[in-house]
């Protein structure tokens, strides 16, 4: 089976970076996605790592180490807005199983 | 990013009753379309993937009887919950893979919120 874990909660201050670290046990994979959800609303796709190293999309990065089955979600220049739930996922073949989501609330 | 829709967003039942949730593409050819389930404060958990055309593949412990997935089209597949009782209740998210660009990403629907009184 697959299973990831990563924090449950993460408090961060408005203007700084924060990092949500992600473990994994999986016997196969393509990549690890991240996504974002609001509270009642639904998961948006953030990032995704196909192979080691490190991913940049604007104020976000994600990395990934297969040897170590770690990866992390980097969140730079924290907005009121970002605060959300975050949740890392192994991306199969046909399904992807997410972890329990880390909330991250920003603080002014 | 690609467009998918969920009807209804919201809905109320009386326990026994079935209900149909609907999910749809807009914007592109969905292959692939897969229901979650998550409870208040939980992950999303994979209840069953369909392929269009196809039997859906149900996660384990999910029951195929009372969950009830069609995929009849590249933009349309619909989630019956059958005979449902209040532990049902949830919020149930689809969401939709495209037949073109890479595995890795996912369009999610909106979501749509279950009470079973």
């Known amino acids: 089976g697959q299973s990831l874990e990563q924090p449950s909660e993460v408090t961060a201050v408005e203007g700084a970076i924060v990092q949500i670290n992600c473990t994994y046990q999986t016997s196969g994979f393509y990549g690890l996605s991240w996504y974002q959800q609001h509270d009642g609303g639904a998961p948006t796709f953030l990032s995704y790592?196909?192979?080691?190293g490190l991913e940049e999309t604007g104020r976000f990065s994600s990395f990934l180490s297969r040897s170590d089955s770690y990866g992390y979600l980097l969140l730079q220049e924290l907005q009121m807005k970002d605060s959300a739930s975050y949740f890392c996922a192994l991306s199969g073949y046909q399904k992807v199983t997410f972890g329990i989501g880390t909330k991250l609330q920003v603080i002014p | 990013g690609a467009v998918v829709s969920q009807h209804p967003s919201r809905v109320i039942c009386k326990s026994g009753t079935s209900v149909k949730i609907e999910c749809r593409s807009l914007d592109f050819q969905a292959t692939t379309m897969f229901w979650y389930r998550q409870f208040p404060k939980q992950s999303l958990m994979l209840m069953a993937t369909s392929n269009e055309g196809s039997k859906a593949t149900y996660e384990q412990g999910v029951e195929k009887d009372k969950f009830l997935i069609n995929h009849a089209s590249l933009t349309l597949s619909t989630l019956t919950v059958t005979s449902a009782h209040p532990e049902d209740s949830s919020f149930y998210i689809c969401?939709?893979?495209?037949?073109?660009?890479?595995?890795?990403?996912?369009?999610f629907g909106p979501g749509t919120r279950l009470t079973v009184l």
């Open positions: 790592n196909g192979l080691d």
């Open positions: 969401s939709a893979r495209g037949n073109s660009g890479s595995y890795n990403e996912q369009f």
